[in-house]
C-alpha cells in the first residue's frame, strides 16, 4: 500500500499550522532487474575420466521480464493455482463417483462389501457385529443361490414358455380367422390374419424405432449414473488433501474428547503422560469441558492433573504447543493456548482446517451507510475475533499503541481507527507520518497538521506538533483547577462534543514513532529530539501527554516498528491503554508490545503468528485488559478515499477552539533566586536542576548545565565562584545583581 507521493502541506485558516511544512517531491524509483546468465562454463572439469576441452561457448542469454509484467505474472500465479486444483479437483469428484458405483456394485453382487464390513468389525474387535454380519452374508448367500436356481428355472422354462405363448395366439388368431369367415357379411379368414401381421409388422417397426434411441437412452442413463457418483463425491468433498478446497475441511482431524486426551498424552509432556495413562475412562472424561463450538473453530477446557508429585503446568502446555496442534490434526498456527477463569485450566481454541486463512468481510466503514461514528459513547470496527464476533474497540480517552514487524499491515490498521475516528467531526487529529510514502494522503484535508517524512526535519516538526499539544493539555489542566465548580464533572459528553468548548478530543497520532526515537538531532539548545533521556524533547512531549493528557482528552497513538528498547522506550509503550502488536519474532518482543501481563497470564503470543501470513492480525489488549486475537479488516486506498470523502462532508463547517498558549518569558536571575531559597550557596549543577523542576515546559532550562549556568550569570553580572573545587553560586551575589538591575532599571 505504500506508493511514493507528494506531500502537500495547506493549511485552512482554522486550522493550526506548524513550523516546516514541506513539500515533498519523490521521484518514483524504476529498477529494471536482469540476470545474466554464466557465460562461460568450468574449463577443467573432468567428465566420465575424460578431460573435457574448455569450453568458449556463450551460453544463450536469457529475456529480460521487464518488472510490471513480472509482477502480473506474479499476482496472477496464484489465480491459475486456484483454477487448476478446481479442474482436478472436480475431474477427481466424477471419476472416483464412476468408480465408486462400479465397485458399490460390483460388492454388493459379490458380497465384497459385507466382506469389508465384516473384517472391520473384527479388527475393531467388535465381535458380535462381526458374528451378526456373518449371519447375514450367509443368509444373502443362500437368498443369491435361490435367486439364480429360480432364474436358471425361468431361462429352462422360457424357451417352452414362449412356443406356448406363440401358439397360443396364432390359435387365438386362427379361430378369430374362421368366426370371422363364418360371419355373413363380416371380415374375410384372410383378413383377420394380414390384420394380425400387419400389427406385428407395427410392434417391430415401434421396437426398431425404439433401438434407433437406444444409444441416447444408455448414454443418459451413463450421465445419471456419473453425475449421481460425482455429486456424492462432491458432497462428502470426498478428495485427497492436496486437492482440497480452502475451509472445505478436508484432511481435518474432528476434535472430540478422546483425540484432546490422546493428544495431551502425546504432547511430550512426561508428567502428564504418566497422569493421564494412570486414569481411568472417567478421569479422563472429567478433564475435559464440553467441547464448544466457538466461531471457525472449537473451545475447550483442560482441567491439568496434580497428584502426589505430578504437577503439570500451563507453560508447559503452552511451550507443546506444535506437537499439541500436530496431535489434534492441526497446524501450530490453528491452535490457541490461553489461560482459562478456572484454576491449574487452559484453554484451547482449535480452529477448523484451513478456516483462519479464508477472507473475511469488508469493514463495515466501508459500506455506504456508515457516515458518522461518536468517539465519546461509540467503538471502531476494527475486523473480527478468532470466534468470528465483530471485534469493536473502544477508543475514548485512550493512548494507544501498535506495532510489529514490517510489512504486516500496521499502517493499515491504524488507518482504519482513524477513518473511524475522522467520522466524528468533534475530534480534532493531528498527524505524522515518519514514513511518508502517502499512506495518508486521503486524511490530508481532514486533520489539523499532517506531517509526512522520514528526515530529521520531519521529526522536529512531529516534536514541535506533540509540544504543541502539551501545551494545550497544560491549558486545560490550569483552566479546570482554576475553575473547579464549573467542571464538577471532569469533560462530560456535552464538553466534549461541542468543538468550542476547548475541552473536545485531540488525538496526536505519529506513524513509524522509532524514527523519532531513534533520531540523533538536537535542536538549536542543544537537546537531544530522540532517545528516551529526560532532555529527549519526543520523548518528554509523548511522557507528559501519556501522563496526563487522557482526562482533559488529549490522547497519543502511535504506530511503530520492530520494537526493541531503543525504538520504544519502556516509559512510552507502558504509557498506551490500548496495545495492540502484529507478528513480532521473538517473545520478548511480545512482551515489549503487550506488556508482561498480558503474555504470562493472558497467553498473548504474536510472536506465534505467522510472518507473511498473518497479515492484518493483531492480538489486542485493550483498556480493560481483555486480550483478543483479532483479523483486521483491510480498507485499501480506494475505500479509505471513499470513507474519507464520507468524513469530509461530516467534517465540513468544523471549527475548533483555539487558545495559543504565550511563549513563556521566563527571568533566569529571578528564578535562580528563587530556586536558592534561603540556602547561602548552592552548587551549580543543583541549580540547574532546580531551575528544571521549577519550568519543566522551559525548554532553555532543559537544555542548561552548570558551564552554561555560570557563563548567562556572569553575563547578567553574577560570578559563580568555586567552593571546595566546585562551581557554587552565592545567593548574596545574585541578590546583588537583582538589587543593581532594580536601581539601574529605577534610574533609566
Ligand atoms: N488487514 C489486512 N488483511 C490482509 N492484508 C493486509 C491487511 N493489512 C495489510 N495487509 C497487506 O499488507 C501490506 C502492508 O500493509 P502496511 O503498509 O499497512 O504494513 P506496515 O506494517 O505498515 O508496513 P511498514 O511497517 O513496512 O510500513 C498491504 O499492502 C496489504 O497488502
Request: glycine share 8%.
Amino acid at each position: 500500500m505504500s506508493t511514493p507521493n507528494e506531500q502537500h502541506l495547506d493549511r485552512d485558516a482554522e486550522i493550526i499550522t506548524f513550523p516546516g511544512s514541506q513539500e515533498q517531491d519523490s521521484e518514483p524509483v524504476q529498477a529494471t532487474a536482469e540476470r545474466l546468465t554464466e557465460a562461460v562454463t568450468s574449463t577443467d572439469e573432468v567428465v566420465d575420466a575424460e578431460l573435457v576441452e574448455p569450453s568458449t561457448e556463450v551460453a544463450p542469454r536469457k529475456p529480460v521480464v521487464p518488472p510490471a509484467l513480472a509482477s502480473k505474472a506474479s499476482a496472477a500465479a496464484p489465480v491459475v493455482k486456484d483454477a487448476g486444483l478446481t479442474v482436478l479437483r472436480h475431474s477427481y469428484f466424477l471419476v472416483a463417483g464412476a468408480w465408486d458405483t462400479f465397485s458399490t456394485t460390483y460388492g454388493r453382487w459379490t458380497g465384497r462389501d459385507i466382506d469389508a464390513q465384516i473384517a472391520a468389525a473384527q479388527a475393531a474387535g467388535e465381535h458380535a457385529v462381526a458374528a451378526d454380519l456373518l449371519r447375514q452374508r450367509a443368509e444373502s448367500k443362500k437368498l443369491f443361490l435361490e435367486r439364480l436356481k429360480v432364474w436358471g428355472q425361468f431361462l429352462k422354462h422360457l424357451p417352452i414358455g414362449l412356443a406356448g405363448l406363440v401358439g397360443a395366439v396364432f390359435g387365438i388368431v386362427f379361430v378369430a380367422s374362421i368366426i370371422a369367415a363364418l360371419q355373413p357379411g363380416g371380415l374375410g379368414f384372410t383378413d383377420v390374419w394380414s390384420g394380425f401381421f400387419s400389427a406385428l409388422n407395427s410392434g417391430f417397426e415401434f421396437v426398431a424405432w425404439a433401438a434407433t434411441w437406444s444409444p441416447w437412452a444408455g448414454l443418459a442413463v451413463l450421465l445419471g449414473v456419473l453425475g449421481s457418483g460425482y455429486n456424492k463425491r462432491r458432497h462428502r468433498q470426498a478428495v485427497p488433501a492436496f486437492l482440497a478446497a480452502p475451509g472445505s475441511g478436508v484432511g481435518e482431524v474432528e476434535v472430540t474428547p478422546s483425540v484432546v486426551v490422546s493428544a495431551l498424552r502425546r504432547a511430550g509432556i512426561p508428567a502428564l503422560r504418566r497422569a493421564i495413562e494412570n486414569m481411568d475412562e472417567h478421569q479422563r472424561a472429567a478433564m475435559l469441558s464440553p467441547i464448544r463450538l466457538a466461531g471457525c473453530g472449537v473451545e475447550v477446557d483442560v482441567t491439568l492433573p496434580t497428584s502426589g508429585d505430578t504437577t503439570v503446568t500451563t507453560e508447559q502446555i503452552r511451550a507443546k504447543r506444535r506437537a499439541l496442534a500436530e496431535g489434534l490434526g492441526r497446524h501450530e498456527h490453528e491452535v490457541f493456548i490461553t489461560k482459562a477463569e478456572a484454576a491449574r485450566t487452559v484453554r484451547f481454541w482449535i480452529a477448523d482446517s484451513g478456516a483462519l486463512d479464508e477472507p473475511i468481510g469488508e469493514s463495515p466503514l466501508v459500506g455506504d451507510g456508515f457516515d458518522k461514528a461518536d468517539v465519546f459513547s461509540g467503538k471502531a470496527p476494527w475486523g473480527v475475533t478468532l470466534r468470528g464476533a465483530p471485534f469493536l474497540l473502544k477508543l475514548w480517552q485512550c493512548h494507544l499503541l501498535i506495532t510489529g514487524l514490517s510489512n504486516q499491515g500496521k499502517t493499515a490498521a491504524l488507518r482504519s481507527l482513524l477513518l473511524w475516528l475522522l467520522l466524528d467531526p468533534s475530534v480534532e487529529v493531528h498527524l505524522a507520518d515518519l514514513k511518508g510514502v502517502g499512506d495518508y494522503n486521503m486524511l490530508k484535508p481532514l486533520v489539523s497538521s499532517y506531517i509526512a517524512g522520514p528526515t530529521d526535519e520531519h521529526v522536529a516538526e512531529a516534536t514541535v506538533m506533540l509540544e504543541w499539544a502539551v501545551g494545550e493539555m497544560n491549558r486545560r489542566i490550569e483552566e479546570i483547577e482554576a475553575n473547579a465548580d464549573a467542571y464538577p464533572n471532569g469533560i462530560t459528553a456535552a464538553l466534549s462534543r461541542d468543538v468550542t468548548s476547548g475541552f473536545h478530543p485531540i488525538v496526536l497520532v505519529v506513524d513509524e514513532a522509532q524514527v523519532a526515537y531513534e533520531c540523533p538531532a538536537k535542536d538549536d539548545d542543544g537537546l537531544p529530539l530522540g532517545g528516551s533521556k529526560a532532555t529527549s524533547r519526543f520523548f518528554n512531549a509523548v511522557r507528559k501527554i501519556q501522563n496526563q493528557g487522557r482526562a482533559v482528552n488529549v490522547t497519543f497513538w502511535q504506530g511503530t516498528q520492530d520494537p526493541t528498547n531503543e525504538n520504544l522506550p519502556i516509559r512510552a509503550r507502558n504509557g498506551a491503554h490500548v496495545r495492540a502488536s502484529l507478528v513480532v519474532a521473538t517473545e520478548s518482543q511480545s512482551r515489549m508490545a503487550l506488556g508482561d501481563a498480558a503474555v504470562d497470564a493472558g497467553g498473548a503470543a504474536p510472536h506465534e503468528l505467522r510472518q507473511g501470513k498473518d497479515k492484518g492480525v493483531l492480538v489486542v489488549k485493550d483498556a480493560d485488559n481483555t486480550i483478543e486475537t483479532v483479523r483486521t479488516h483491510f480498507i485499501d486506498g480506494t475505500s479509505a478515499e471513499q470513507v474519507a470523502e464520507r468524513a469530509r462532508i461530516v467534517r465540513a463547517g468544523t471549527r475548533f477552539h483555539r487558545t495559543e498558549p504565550a511563549e513563556q518569558q521566563r527571568d533566569l536571575l529571578d528564578d535562580v533566586a528563587t530556586v536558592l531559597e534561603d540556602a547561602d550557596k548552592v552548587k551549580a549543577t543543583d541549580v540547574v536542576a532546580r531551575l528544571r523542576k521549577l519550568a519543566p515546559d522551559h525548554r532553555a532550562y532543559q537544555a542548561l548545565d552548570g558551564t552554561k549556568l555560570k557563563d548567562q550569570l556572569a553575563t547578567l553580572g553574577v560570578e559563580v565562584k568555586k567552593a571546595d573545587g566546585i562551581p557554587t553560586v552565592y545567593t548574596h551575589r545574585v541578590h546583588t545583581a537583582l538589587a543593581a538591575r532594580e536601581g539601574g532599571s529605577e534610574t533609566s
